[in-house]
T-cell receptor
Framework: AQSVAQPEDQVNVAEGNPLTVKCTYS??????LFWYVQYPNRGLQFLLK??????LVKGSYGFEAEFNKSQTSFHLKKPSALVSDSALYFC?????????????FGSGTRLQVQP | DTGVSQDPRHKITKRGQNVTFRCDPI?????LYWYRQTLGQGPEFLTY????????KSRLLSDRFSAERPKGSFSTLEIQRTEQGDSAMYLC???????????????FGDGTRLSIL
């Protein structure tokens, strides 16, 4: 079975400060990892993914994420937060090489960026 | 790239009625997924198609739920005899063509919000 934990329901940060949204995962074998963002009454927008290779992956809108295999974590980061980054963020995982395509999502973290 | 399109955006119906939702994936995508999202939760996987073949089904997909993708293009999700617990956002996603699994991301539509009275 695969699972994702997002330990913080909400993260508050001041505009211009760095932000981190935490994610840990559990999967059999090697993972594919994803971050998505959701705005009110909208679907999920893809931000970035980790497949293999460099542990630091860069994505859309200045976001990046760091894969740590030993800690089974994939934290989302941004050096300087914008008010427009305020949204709901989801981490997702699926196992590599199983043929299964279903993503397992965390429960989400609400990011509030204060001006 | 016109994105994943879902119709309707909102559906209000009485308990016991049948409802059907439609999803049009990104045109060159051969994989299509349905998820359900309840308030305050992440999306939960329901089912997955590769072309017209339904390859994965979640245990969440009870006998009252049926999904089709008859020509490998658009898909429909039908819920029969709706119950209060079916109230949720139903999300469709698609991902690109490719025989090799390279972790292609799934691209989501804006969903159909179902409310059961």
């Amino acid at each position: 079975a695969q699972s994702v934990a997002q330990p913080e329901d909400q993260v508050n940060v001041a505009e211009g400060n760095p932000l981190t949204v935490k994610c840990t995962y559990s999967v059999s074998g090697n993972p594919y990892l994803f971050w998505y963002v959701q705005y009110p009454n909208r679907g999920l927008q893809f931000l970035l993914k980790y497949i293999t290779g460099d542990n630091l992956v860069k994505g859309s809108y200045g976001f990046e994420a760091e894969f740590n295999k030993s800690q089974t974590s994939f934290h989302l980061k941004k050096p300087s937060a914008l008010v427009s980054d305020s949204a709901l963020y989801f981490c997702a995982v699926r196992a590599m090489d199983t043929g299964r395509r279903a993503l397992t999502f965390g429960s989400g973290t609400r990011l509030q960026v204060q001006p | 790239d016109t994105g994943v399109s879902q119709d309707p955006r909102h559906k209000i119906t009485k308990r016991g009625q049948n409802v059907t939702f439609r999803c049009d994936p990104i045109s060159e995508h051969n994989r299509l997924y349905w998820y359900r999202q309840t308030l305050g939760q992440g999306p939960e996987f329901l089912t997955y198609f590769q072309n017209e073949a339904q390859l994965e089904k979640s245990r969440l997909l009870s006998d009252r739920f049926s999904a089709e993708r008859p020509k490998g293009s658009f898909s429909t999700l039908e819920i029969q005899r709706t119950e209060q617990g079916d109230s949720a956002m139903y999300l469709c996603a698609s991902s690109s063509l490719g025989d090799l699994d390279k972790g292609q991301p799934q691209h989501f539509g804006d969903g159909t919000r179902l409310s059961i009275l």
